[in-house]
């Protein structure tokens, strides 16, 4: 739960920032570059956290849920956030953008994890972790803070570390 509530803290710091700098960024621009990888990385942990705490509470089934066409779905909503992000990233003013891109990173985060069972929500977990540190590294470039660069760094590398351990402790694939 606290990794869900970190990763909205980012997520919405990066919805603040691009109000902020939308209309004075050049397109192509760095910060707009890091501004949209923040967001994207920290409101599909947001939600993907949701899931895995939701599934090792047992409030929602603990099983796999799949669906016909699961990878397809989850392919295109993916590339529509992605479209999305280089979209604003190149035009950061067509802001009408910005609520659709939201909400396809954080339907994404859901259908990331819903297809994995509640015995392997310790490894997501783990990645969760590094996806985590990785939005706040990315919003260290954005607000120019070298401490956020380096601290999201550290934390996103042990975090996906941390779940390759586990991956072949567990005796599964990455």
């Not at 550290?154 to 975090?159: I, P, R």
């Not at 991956?167 to 990455?174: G, L, Y």
């Given at each position: ?163 390759m351990i586990m ?8």
């Open positions: 739960l606290s990794h869900a509530f970190g990763a909205l803290a980012v997520g919405l710091i990066g919805t603040a920032e691009y109000y902020k700098l939308a209309s004075g960024q050049a397109p192509g621009s760095f910060v707009m570059w890091a501004l949209m990888f923040e967001m994207l990385l920290g409101f599909l942990t947001c939600t993907a956290s949701l899931i895995a705490f939701g599934k090792l509470q047992e409030i929602m089934p603990t099983r796999p849920i799949m669906f016909p066409g699961q990878r397809v779905v989850n392919i295109a909503v993916f590339a529509g956030a992605l479209a999305c992000a280089g979209m604003l990233i190149f035009v950061p003013t067509s802001s009408a953008l910005f609520p659709l891109f939201i909400g396809l990173t954080l339907l994404f985060g859901v259908l990331l994890v819903i297809p994995i069972g509640g015995a392997d929500m310790p490894t997501v977990i783990a990645l969760l972790n590094s996806y985590a540190g990785l939005a706040a590294s990315a919003m260290g470039f954005a607000l120019d803070n070298k401490l956020l660069i380096i601290v999201g760094a550290l934390d996103g590398t042990s975090g996906f570390v941390l779940a991956c072949k402790a567990m005796n599964r694939s990455f």
